[in-house]
């Protein structure tokens, strides 16, 4: 009996260990190792006349924010679900394996429609639309999906995934939550993406970052309301790097933390050196930003650091920061409004908030963004959607700044809409703190 029950044991043993050989054990799916195996044996068969596959990969969009806000088992909450929502968009003959960490790919063989990865790309997308309900707190996730096909972009493995790998990266820039399809344009990118990624985690320490500063003007006398804090970066080949291209891939490789205080503290200073009274420097922070529980003490750090009083700093927060994670963005609102700095929420009227997150978070100030603007006001809806804006705003008590006013034709029609204050390249792009200040008067009769 003893040595049955041995030999029961043993061969348990050797089965579980073969099963973590080949499987995830948090969510089950085939691991990189297993996947790896059936994505040969695919594209061998792909081989033949009149067959194909197509290779979905997949990356939650900002899940080392759910990491660093909510934990690492909210994190593999996620995971588990993600894998959950993935099965029940396929089909019994498509592979969904987990490669590592929040990297997902599903294999679809026998494709005999152009593009199939494009519907189950939608159907995706669709199942992650509905909110995840983790550790009691309901947060929105999205995906972003690179597709790649063989034989047509690749014929061996390790070059298919790259492939879809490049393409879910372009999703990721055109917005995420999205899929794209590889094409060969897109391997110039990704090595214009490590190469900017590499030099980006040394470019505060060799002197590369810099702040600009756009000023608001109170838009019926003229004055001069505030300064808005912009991050600017020369590479010493690339030149000049637009903010939409290094800044969502510093928040995607964990940099913004450090880049992000020290933006603060560049701020803070230079509000100090101008010293002019109720003027207030605005900084921006992401929603990864905004939501992480240390954003107080690392604001109250800052703020001691460089004397500034609370009231001369502005923090601006995208709309969607309020409905992401709704209890830590609670937290974050309620360490703000504790410290005594300001609150604006960037680009009103275009995130996921309710009304009643937007009056619950005492914000005081709303901008509404240059997408709305620009088409002003020559657009109807537009025109219809400032003026509801507007209106809610107001209601609140909150003041309304219009960002990116272009022309003289914008500027009076935002006098027309209430507007309390204006921003944008009518009155110059944003400059070094040196040459704003030499320049301030002439931008500000521009009002007149």
């Given at each position: 009996?003893?040595?049955?029950?041995?030999?029961?044991?043993?061969?348990?043993?050797a089965?579980?260990?073969?099963?973590?050989?080949?499987y995830d054990?948090?969510?089950?799916?085939?691991?990189?190792?297993?996947?790896?195996?059936?994505?040969e044996?695919a594209i061998n068969?792909a081989e033949?006349p009149?067959r194909?596959?197509?290779?979905?990969?997949l990356?939650i969009?900002r899940f080392?924010?759910i990491n660093?806000?909510l934990?690492?088992?909210?994190?593999?909450?996620v995971?588990?679900?993600?894998?959950?929502?993935?099965?029940?968009?396929?089909?019994?003959?498509?592979?969904?394996a987990?490669l590592?960490?929040?990297?997902?790919?599903?294999l679809?063989?026998?494709v005999?429609?152009a593009?199939r990865g494009?519907t189950?790309?939608?159907?995706?997308?669709?199942?992650?639309s509905?909110p995840f309900?983790?550790a009691?707190?309901?947060i929105?996730?999205?995906?972003s999906?690179?597709?790649a096909a063989?034989?047509?972009?690749?014929?061996?493995?390790t070059l298919?995934l790259?492939?879809a790998?490049?393409?879910m990266?372009?999703?990721?820039?055109?917005g995420r939550?999205?899929y794209?399809y590889?094409?060969?344009q897109?391997d110039?990118?990704?090595?214009?993406?490590?190469t900017?990624?590499?030099?980006l985690?040394?470019?505060?320490?060799?002197?590369e970052?810099a702040?600009?500063?756009q000023p608001?003007?109170d838009i019926?006398?003229g004055r001069m309301t505030?300064?808005?804090?912009?991050?600017r970066?020369?590479?010493?080949?690339l030149?000049?790097?637009?903010?939409?291209r290094?800044?969502?891939l510093?928040?995607?490789?964990?940099?913004?933390?450090?880049?992000?205080?020290?933006?603060?503290?560049?701020?803070?200073r230079?509000?100090?050196?101008?010293?002019?009274d109720?003027m207030?420097?605005?900084v921006?922070?992401?929603?990864q930003q905004f939501?992480?529980?240390?954003l107080?003490?690392?604001l109250q750090?800052v703020l001691?650091?460089?004397?500034l009083?609370?009231?001369?700093l502005?923090i601006?927060i995208?709309?969607?920061?309020?409905?992401?994670q709704e209890?830590?963005?609670?937290?974050?609102?309620e360490?703000?409004?504790?410290l005594?700095?300001?609150?604006t929420?960037?680009h009103?009227?275009?995130g996921?908030?309710?009304?009643?997150?937007?009056?619950?978070?005492?914000a005081g100030?709303v901008?509404i963004?240059?997408?709305?603007?620009?088409?002003?006001?020559?657009?109807?809806s537009?025109?219809?959607l400032a003026?509801?804006?507007?209106h809610?705003?107001?209601?609140?008590g909150?003041?309304?700044?219009a960002?990116?006013?272009?022309?003289?034709?914008q500027?009076?029609?935002?006098r027309t809409?209430?507007?309390?204050?204006?921003q944008g390249?009518?009155?110059?792009?944003?400059?070094p703190?040196?040459?704003?200040r030499?320049r301030?008067?002439?931008?500000?009769?521009?009002?007149?």
């Amino acid at each position: 009996l003893h040595v049955m029950r041995d030999i029961t044991e043993r061969k348990r043993s050797a089965e579980q260990l073969a099963y973590l050989a080949h499987y995830d054990a948090l969510t089950g799916l085939p691991n990189r190792a297993l996947f790896q195996q059936k994505l040969e044996h695919a594209i061998n068969v792909a081989e033949r006349p009149g067959r194909t596959l197509e290779l979905l990969f997949l990356d939650i969009d900002r899940f080392k924010q759910i990491n660093d806000t909510l934990g690492h088992d909210a994190g593999d909450a996620v995971l588990k679900e993600t894998a959950h929502r993935l099965r029940a968009c396929l089909r019994e003959s498509d592979t969904v394996a987990r490669l590592a960490g929040d990297e997902f790919v599903v294999l679809v063989e026998n494709v005999k429609e152009a593009q199939r990865g494009a519907t189950i790309a939608e159907k995706i997308l669709a199942a992650f639309s509905p909110p995840f309900s983790v550790a009691g707190t309901t947060i929105h996730v999205g995906t972003s999906i690179g597709i790649a096909a063989s034989p047509h972009d690749a014929h061996e493995p390790t070059l298919l995934l790259k492939h879809a790998d490049s393409a879910m990266y372009r999703a990721k820039q055109q917005g995420r939550n999205r899929y794209c399809y590889y094409s060969p344009q897109l391997d110039a990118e990704t090595a214009v993406r490590r190469t900017l990624e590499h030099s980006l985690r040394h470019a505060l320490e060799r002197g590369e970052l810099a702040l600009h500063y756009q000023p608001s003007f109170d838009i019926a006398s003229g004055r001069m309301t505030g300064m808005e804090a912009l991050l600017r970066w020369t590479h010493p080949q690339l030149g000049v790097v637009k903010p939409q291209r290094f800044l969502a891939l510093a928040e995607e490789k964990g940099l913004m933390d450090g880049i992000g205080d020290w933006i603060l503290r560049q701020a803070c200073r230079q509000a100090l050196e101008w010293n002019d009274d109720g003027m207030r420097v605005a900084v921006n922070l992401s929603a990864q930003q905004f939501n992480d529980m240390q954003l107080g003490q690392r604001l109250q750090a800052v703020l001691a650091e460089t004397g500034l009083a609370p009231d001369r700093l502005e923090i601006e927060i995208p709309e969607e920061a309020l409905s992401g994670q709704e209890e830590q963005a609670q937290r974050s609102l309620e360490a703000l409004h504790a410290l005594g700095v300001g609150l604006t929420i960037d680009h009103f009227g275009f995130g996921h908030a309710s009304l009643a997150q937007l009056a619950a978070s005492r914000a005081g100030t709303v901008k509404i963004g240059p997408a709305l603007i620009r088409n002003l006001p020559g657009d109807a809806s537009g025109v219809a959607l400032a003026r509801v804006i507007v209106h809610v705003a107001h209601s609140l008590g909150w003041r309304v700044v219009a960002q990116g006013a272009e022309t003289r034709q914008q500027v009076d029609f935002l006098r027309t809409l209430s507007c309390d204050s204006v921003q944008g390249h009518y009155f110059g792009e944003a400059m070094p703190a040196a040459v704003l200040r030499e320049r301030m008067q002439d931008q500000a009769s521009l009002l007149h």
